[in-house]
């Protein structure tokens, strides 16, 4: 593995941890009755760290994946992966979010980022 290879290796990891914890945080406390949301000191903080490992894994990803072409990965669902994976780090968070909804973006999120993990302990 080259070091762009280590180092979208090491972020994909990252954002399915980040993926796991907005699912945690929605199912086991947004949904508990007397559960106060503090944006500034959870959500924004959370948000940030989900964004800064994202605008960095979305290139190489996206790059990895033209290059490599692997099976049934294509840079259209890293583009969405990407988008999706800003948007649950945010609504995790909000008592109105549709639960089914949430948990098929939360699957989709990990579907692409443990297949891309896959290939890439694959390719060498």
Do not use: C
Request: no cysteine; proline share 4%; aromatic share 14%.
């Amino acid at each position: 593995m080259n070091k762009l290879e280590q180092r979208l290796f090491e972020l994909t990891g990252q954002l399915l941890a980040f993926n796991e914890e907005a699912y945690g945080q929605f199912v086991d406390i947004t949904n508990a009755e007397d559960y106060e949301v503090d944006f500034y000191g959870e959500v924004k903080p959370f948000a940030d760290r989900v964004k800064k490992a994202a605008d960095e894994w979305e290139p190489l990803a996206r790059d990895w994946v033209m290059e490599n072409k692997p099976k049934y990965l294509y840079p259209i669902q890293i583009k969405n992966t990407f988008e999706n994976i800003e948007m649950t780090s945010v609504i995790a968070w909000q008592k109105d979010t549709k639960p089914k909804r949430f948990k098929e973006r939360i699957k989709s999120i990990e579907y692409v980022l443990a297949y891309l993990l896959e290939q890439l302990n694959g390719s060498h």
